[in-house]
């Protein structure tokens, strides 16, 4: 069952609407009485179906399409691999709010990691031998590797779950540890490998080779600087040695970052305003994040945060949305996958991204309030009412997609049709 | 071919659905275990001793109302009602006020070797970090729960 890269990039958004669904239902537990719902097990399936049915969906569908050769696309593995990606997922959808960690979610889940890991082992030999530049092939493989890897954290929080001893170390590390090398490895690497595989022939060699530094360091300082989730608990001291190399390291990288932001800024100084919003926005988070994260090497800031859950809370969806899902859009939007002459497209990303600026706001804001011990009991009601902003956008967004996107391939087809020219099978499939 | 995997996938859906069901009744008996058990349990911590006053204290409460809405509502409601962590309706009936201070102020200590508060958290899934609050503070708070549960 061939399916294209439209087909797949319909169903991501729609899970990306459910995802909202869920976050809406999260926020309305914390004010009115929903005594069905165990805030905890919707809360798994929220970042489970976020991380898997959105945002790894849609990234590893685009890896596929954008960095391999036309003969490599048509291998059905991948095909499978998609399919069993979005059917685990559900299934997490409809096992943890009901039971949490239980028999089968952890089987289900299990299920899904296996999928990732055979996803990575096709794509890892697959890109190998596909023409992409130096830069592109370390970021790909080193973003899937980290994806492989994380897995490691999440047995382990599996294990404790099923064993149900919580002991604080262990629990924390394999948490933080899992999602460091989803966020900071395999989301973020990947982003960058797509961008890159998209503008990186644009620039001169010397650009390219600022951008190959980048992209090594960045890649580089993703080790080192998962033990900055470790440095709380005050382990050995090679661990706060490996903590500092990887702060040095992120800091580093966004040194060598701004080089490559001005050439991408310059790049795209013609492009529409939208763009430009939605692009910046997502580029804006990623410099916060590395900013932030390498600051909490320093003990105080360490300890303020990882007690603060508003904190936690903001960065991870400064991570996840604003970064990464912000990225994604504005790629979709850039590539045609959704039809930006639309004025509704238009709307909806920036519903989507204004929402996802408030409730970046909010969540900052209820943390430091917290910090500074201020009585704040009208955050979770604005924060209620970002996840219904949030929702909005993202149902629009899937609304611009049904109704604009296969009319664009129609009409494709018929200037073909008029030229003469009769689409190949594949031809066709790479819209 | 796509509608046979729409209905497979149907099929399993209910399923999960019923087996997860009956499979949320044993948390539920844990959870009123755990709330029945102990009274005498003061939890570990400096807090041997707690005076309190009747009627209570409003200005405490008054004070420990603010340190609730700026750190604990986001996981914690004052109803009955479970949210990243228990609910605080009732906490002052089923805890003695020794044990909630020291829970309070000595969290990572109490969540690795207090047997209720293991249990606890087993049952909520999730672990709470210690949130950096010193003991006048958790005086204000335990002041605050009192109130909560309508204590005089």
């Known amino acids: ?431 | 071919m796509r509608k046979k995997i729409l209905t497979a996938i149907a099929v399993c859906t209910l399923f999960l659905i019923v087996k997860c069901g009956t499979d949320t009744q044993p948390t539920t008996t844990t959870q009123s275990t755990v709330a029945k058990k102990d009274t005498v349990d003061n939890g570990i911590g400096q807090f041997k001793d707690v005076k309190l006053t009747h009627p209570l204290d409003q200005g405490m409460a008054g004070k420990g109302e603010d340190i609730y809405k700026a750190k604990c509502i986001a996981c914690h409601k004052l109803t009955t009602e479970k949210l990243v962590g228990p609910g605080w309706k009732g906490v002052t009936d089923r805890r003695t006020p020794e044990w909630i201070m020291n829970f309070i102020t000595n969290t990572n200590v109490m969540l690795d070797s207090d047997l209720v508060a293991q249990q606890l958290m087993v049952v909520c899934v999730a672990r709470m970090p210690n949130q950096n609050v010193n003991n006048d503070d958790a005086r204000f708070v335990l002041e605050f729960l009192r109130k909560n549960d309508g204590k005089n």
């Not at chain 1, 490691?152 to 590390?173: M, N, P, W």
């Not at chain 1, 850039?334 to 519903?351: I, Q």
């Not at chain 1, 917290?370 to 956008?393: E, N, R, Y």
Request: glycine share 6%.
């Open chain 1, 1 to 431: 069952m061939m399916k294209s890269k439209n087909f797949w990039i319909s169903l991501s958004l729609l899970n990306l609407c459910i995802v909202t669904v869920l976050g809406v239902i999260l926020r309305s537990k914390a004010l009115f009485d929903l005594p069905i719902i165990d805030y905890n097990h919707l809360l798994n399936a929220h970042s489970h179906f976020a991380f898997g049915g959105w945002v790894t969906l849609a990234l590893m569908v685009l890896l596929m399409h954008t960095l391999l050769t036309e003969s490599q696309k048509q291998k059905s593995i991948y095909q499978f691999v998609f399919w069993s990606i979005f059917v685990t997922v559900w299934g997490l959808l409809f096992t943890f709010p009901f039971s949490g960690y239980n028999t089968w979610s952890t089987y289900i889940s299990t299920l899904f990691t296996f999928t990732t890991y055979i996803f990575s082992w096709v794509f890892i030999r697959d890109v190998l031998k596909a023409k992409v530049s130096k830069t592109v092939l370390i970021l790909s493989i080193a973003s899937v590797f980290c994806m492989v890897l994380s897995s490691a954290g999440s047995f382990t929080l599996g294990y404790l779950f099923a064993t149900k001893s919580l002991k604080a170390i262990l629990y924390r590390d394999a948490l933080f540890s899992y999602l460091h090398l989803q966020y900071n490895g395999f989301f973020t690497l990947a982003v960058f490998a797509l961008l890159f595989q998209k503008i990186e022939s644009k620039f001169s060699v010397e650009v390219q080779k600022k951008i190959y530094r980048f992209a090594l360091v960045l890649v580089i300082s993703i080790l080192p600087s998962m033990f900055l989730s470790y440095h709380w608990h005050d382990p050995s001291f090679l661990f706060h040695v490996i903590a500092y190399i990887g702060s040095a390291l992120l800091l580093i990288s966004f040194g060598l970052f701004i080089p490559v932001l001005k050439a991408i800024l310059k790049l795209y100084k013609s492009v529409p305003i939208l763009f430009k919003f939605i692009g910046g926005l997502s580029l804006g988070a990623f410099m916060l994040k590395m900013f932030l994260q390498s600051f909490t090497i320093i003990n105080f800031f360490g300890n303020l945060v990882f007690g603060d859950r508003p904190i936690i809370m903001g960065f991870l969806h400064l991570v996840f949305l604003g970064f990464v899902s912000l990225f994604l859009l504005a790629y979709f939007a850039k590539t045609g996958l959704l039809n930006t002459e639309k004025t509704f497209t238009k709307v909806s990303l920036v519903v989507f991204a204004m929402g996802a600026l408030l409730n970046e706001t909010l969540l900052w804001a209820q943390g430091f309030a917290a910090m500074l011990i201020q009585s704040s009991d009208i955050f979770p009601w604005l924060l209620w009412g970002a996840g219904i902003w949030l929702f909005i956008g993202a149902a629009l967004i899937g609304i611009a997609r049904i109704i604009s996107v296969p009319s664009v391939v129609a009409e494709k087809k018929k200037a073909q049709v008029r030229e003469g020219f009769s689409p190949s099978i594949p031809e066709l499939k790479r819209f």
